[in-house]
């Protein structure tokens, strides 16, 4: 069979669902529309934004002076501490459950006009230390066995604000597709006696074709199975169970890949390039997880140009996801551009 030539299903490692794969449907990444369009001028600091420093928030808090990182409530959580546990349940058809939590707004920088592509390695190595100290502090909370840290950057993926920033939601249940990815992993443990992540790390490696770019301690690349056309994954090098385990060195490392993987993604087509961002990592339950090896997705929406954007629809929200560019064509159009951002070159 020709991966490369025939259509084909592959296997989510970490989830267990499929994907269909239809390369002969897009033999080149960049056909149909390329035009571009025009990033917005956004000033370095706007008085009507209720991220920016001193400004009055939604909730009418207002912000303090700061200067770097910046963790507040969320003044309109998801989550509730003082929610109830209380189960519903009707004919075992019906089912709900009360869920206990509470969710954190970071902002990155108390600049309103640049992303994590935009700030220097130092700044997004401060934004990686802030997330493990939140990690740690959400995860010390007597009723949280999760905590999910993600970024939603850019209109097309529903942020309202594009001052720099990102959410921590911690709960009491484990959410669907950590969930899903645990399972996997523990079966994998448990078949092979090896970790899941650091095999497939191997395998990567020695084929070369998916590998966007790499450091000391981590690898960036796409994965066998991405469904979004630019998806890719940070792997640590080193097998660790969340960022809690991040030496001072491998706090910059992580900066310097998640730096150059998103100015690779918004040097594609020229514009700050939405996305999706989370990092999965082990449960904060107390119990051993020898089985898990934390990572960071990357989920893009941008397939052809800076206006075509993939949808899950029809055959992928009735059936299974699909896709016609090859998760090897992504990456070698990935690794091919600059570490360069495009702002900069023009300056």
Known sequence: MSLFEQPHRRLNILTGEWILVSPHRARRPWLGQTERITDKGLPAYDPSCYLCPGNKRAGELRNPDYSSTFVFKNDFSALLSDSSSEAFQTDDLLSARGEKGLCNVMCFSPRHDITLAEMDQKAVQLVVNAWLNEYKTLGSLPYVNHVQI????????????P??????????????????????????????????????????????????????????????????????????????????????????????????????????????????????QAPTDNAPHPEYHFHMHFYPPLLRSAKIKKFMVGYEMLANPQRDILPESAAENLRSLSDIHYKAVRS
């Open 150 to 161: 993600f970024e939603n950057k850019g209109e097309a993926m529903g942020c309202s604000n």
């Open 163 to 280: 001052h720099p920033h990102c959410q921590m939601w911690a709960q009491e249940s484990m959410p669907t597709e950590p969930a899903k990815e645990i399972a996997c992993m523990e079966a994998y443990m448990q078949r092979k006696k090896s970790c899941l992540l650091c095999d497939y790390l191997s395998v990567e490696a020695s084929a070369n074709e998916r590998i966007v770019l790499d450091n000391n301690d981590f690898t960036v690349l796409v994965p066998f199975w991405a469904v979004w056309p630019f998806e890719t994954i940070i792997i640590p090098r080193r097998h660790m169970a969340s960022i809690a385990e991040l030496t001072w060195n491998e706090q910059a490392s992580f900066a310097d890949v998640i730096k150059r993987i998103t100015t690779k993604y918004d040097n594609i087509f020229n514009i700050s390039f939405p996305y999706s961002s989370g990092i999965h």
